[in-house]
T-cell receptor
Framework: AQSVTQPDIHITVSEGASLELRCNYS??????LFWYVQSPGQGLQLLLK??????LVQGIKGFEAEFKRSQSSFNLRKPSVHWSDAAEYFC????????????FGTGTRLLVSP | SAVISQKPSRDICQRGTSLTIQCQVD?????MFWYRQQPGQSLTLIAT?????????ESGFVIDKFPISRPNLTFSTLTVSNMSPEDSSIYLC???????????FGQGTRLTVV
């Protein structure tokens, strides 16, 4: 069965500092990979996705993620964090057969300090 | 991407009653999904809603408790039946246009059962 691990429950980063959120997955083949962000009281917004091709993918709001097959990882990065980035971040996988039936990680709550 | 309108956005319900949540997509989608996010938890897939057939439920979820309708390619409902306080969660619907397209989410319904 597919599973997703986000080992960091909370992360605090100073505004302007760089950010990396970790995500590891377990799946028999290369799945589709996603990062979503959930702001307080909001639904989920897609930050970026990996389906195939270039393993470094760019997303919205200055985020990027790198797929590393050898490590079964899909870590999210941002070079300079803004206070508005404070939110819950979810990594998710879907089988590469499509239709986006997602399995989510437990989420990482990002706090941004002044 | 398409937009999902989900309603109600929140509700407080008495135990033993039922609540029906509606999701309307502004374009046709192949698959729709219903997720539950319990307080402080990640998202768990309840079921996949197929147009013209019964929904497919994940382990731990049953049709009697969470009946789903999908009358056409732009609309779905989830009913939470005979509610108890343990059903207090955020319920989110999701849609996907098909293979190689990402899923998008409604804003969620925050349900509190008292």
């Amino acid at each position: 069965a597919q599973s997703v691990t986000q080992p960091d429950i909370h992360i605090t980063v100073s505004e302007g500092a760089s950010l990396e959120l970790r995500c590891n997955y377990s799946y028999g083949a290369t799945p589709y990979l996603f990062w979503y962000v959930q702001s307080p009281g909001q639904g989920l917004q897609l930050l970026l996705k990996y389906f195939s091709g270039d393993t470094l993918v760019q997303g919205i709001k200055g985020f990027e993620a790198e797929f590393k097959r050898s490590q079964s990882s899909f870590n999210l990065r941002k070079p300079s964090v803004h206070w508005s980035d404070a939110a819950e971040y979810f990594c998710a996988v879907a089988p590469n057969t499509g239709f986006q039936k997602l399995v989510f990680g437990t989420g990482t709550r990002l706090l941004v300090s002044p | 991407s398409a937009v999902i309108s989900q309603k109600p956005s929140r509700d407080i319900c008495q135990r033993g009653t039922s609540l029906t949540i509606q999701c309307q997509v502004d374009s046709q989608v192949t698959m729709m999904f219903w997720y539950r996010q319990q307080p402080g938890q990640s998202l768990t897939l309840i079921a996949t809603a197929n147009q013209g057939s019964e929904a497919t439920y994940e382990s731990g979820f049953v049709i009697d408790k969470f009946p789903i309708s999908r009358p056409n390619l732009t609309f779905s409902t989830l009913t939470v039946s005979n509610m108890s306080p343990e059903d207090s969660s955020i319920y989110l619907c999701s849609g996907s246009g098909g293979l190689d397209t990402e899923a998008f989410f409604g804003q969620g319904t925050r349900l509190t059962v008292v």
